[in-house]
């Protein structure tokens, strides 16, 4: 293969989900199978890049001052919902029920690969329950040991004393899952999360 294929599957290769194959697939794809599709996507990524940006207050993607979230009035404004990334947000939305504000933290306290409180949006947490009429901070934050340690010192260092209800998301199995087919993990977590059936 060419120098310049071969720089275009390392480049796709680095997006976050695509292996060797799957870049190779999606390089001949657009250089071969259906090069005008190509220039279609060239013109779309500039597009987006030099429109979407961070929202200022939550941290959501947006092209305006806010995000649309933010800008939603009819949002319950007493619940913030604290995300890792922006995929969470989404996930969230698709779900539908929740209709509270969101903060995304883009992404968890990981020392060992050099993510420290600073690296976080966690000064503009603290700024927003300054602003905001914030009665409850729901934590949707991963139940593995750096969420975890996310969602202690968010509890630590930025919500106490501040006469908040904090809550977590319930983990346990998924619908459709099976009992013997879950890990340990997710399994003391359903039991630590059970509710009356009442």
Do not use: W
């Not at 190779?24 to 429109?51: F, I, K, N, Y």
């Amino acid at each position: 293969m060419s120098s310049s294929f071969e720089l275009l599957q390392q480049c796709l290769k680095r997006l976050p989900g695509l292996g060797y194959r799957s870049a190779e697939r999606l390089a001949l794809h657009l250089l071969v199978e259906q090069p005008g599709a190509c220039e279609e996507l060239m013109a779309v990524l500039a597009q987006a890049r030099d429109s979407v940006h961070a929202c200022p207050d939550c941290g959501n993607l947006c092209e305006g001052d806010v995000c649309e979230v933010c800008a939603d009035g009819s949002r319950n404004r007493a619940i913030l919902c604290v995300v890792e990334t922006v995929t969470d947000l989404r996930a969230m939305e698709r779900a539908g029920p929740y209709r509270g504000l969101y903060h995304v933290l883009q992404g968890k306290l990981s020392p060992i690969h050099g993510v420290g409180p600073e690296q976080l949006n966690l000064a503009g947490l603290s700024g927003r329950l300054d602003q905001l009429p914030v009665e409850e901070v729901i934590l949707a934050v991963s139940n593995d040991i750096e969420g975890e340690a996310t969602c202690h010192y968010i509890q630590e260092e930025i919500l106490a004393g501040r006469g908040l209800r904090v809550s977590r998301i319930g983990f346990g199995l998924p619908s459709g899952g099976g009992i013997p087919f879950a890990d340990a993990t997710t399994l003391r977590s359903a039991l630590e999360g059970r509710r009356n059936c009442d």
